[in-house]
């Protein structure tokens, strides 16, 4: 694993010859050893085709590669920081919850409507997500940012998990996902500006979850 936690908050990372890590710009705090840092301008592992997927739906987010021999501490904004291990599946994410991915993971990108159908588009106008979702598959390890740290919250079938759209994080697994309208407390206590949305998970998988409702 290349990513180990210093306290919530921090990371740091083991970069070795041979091998790449990329991260968010701005995301380096500290380093250690022989260690490049070069912008990236295809959006990581997933090419040219993945860049402009997100640049069609404003949701690229600058990268960096990082190269060399050494150990990289990494950290943002003060953000909580979960690191997830992906045995070969496809982790669904946010793309500006991202704060660095080892080189091994194909970057890609999915447009939500292709699971959510016309719902899940509705989710991404709503919410303020975009419509486009990062997606990182193979073997390797994910860190990713979230207000009030994350938990996770298993799917199983028959049992769908539902979730804020402003908490969501990321998921990983066989999930389907569609928005749900529903009146809530939000709109009894006023938070609300009429329908509540809840972003419906069903399959067999695992939802990350912020602790908090504000968007990074």
């Known amino acids: 694993m290349a990513f180990t ?4 908050k921090m990371i740091q990372a083991t970069v070795m010859p041979g091998q790449r890590l990329f991260s968010q710009r701005g995301a380096m705090l500290a380093y250690k050893g022989d260690v490049s840092f070069t912008p990236n301008i295809q959006g990581g ?35 909580h920081i979960q690191i997830i291990n992906l045995t070969g599946d496809t982790l669904y994410v946010e793309a500006d919850r991202l704060l660095a991915f080892e080189g091994t993971l194909q970057q890609g990108t999915m447009f939500m409507g292709s699971q959510g159908g016309v719902m899940g588009m509705v989710r991404g106008q709503v919410t303020g997500q975009g419509l486009f979702t990062t997606t990182l ?47 809530g407390w939000r709109d009894m206590v006023g938070r609300g500006s009429g329908e509540a949305f809840q972003l419906e998970l069903s399959g067999n998988g695992t939802v990350y979850v912020q602790a908090s409702e504000e968007k990074l």
């Open 5 to 8: 936690e210093i306290n919530s």
């Open 45 to 79: 592992q997933g090419g040219v085709m993945s860049m402009i997927g997100r640049r069609v739906a404003n949701e690229a987010t600058p990268l960096m590669t990082v190269e060399g021999s050494g150990t990289v501490m990494f950290g943002h904004g003060g953000h």
């Open 137 to 183: 598959q193979g073997q390797g390890s994910v860190a990713v940012m979230a207000h009030g740290g994350v938990f996770e919250v298993p799917i199983t079938p028959g049992r769908p998990v539902h979730v804020d759209p402003q908490a969501y994080v990321a998921h990983h697994g066989d999930v389907r996902n569609k928005l749900s309208t529903a009146l």
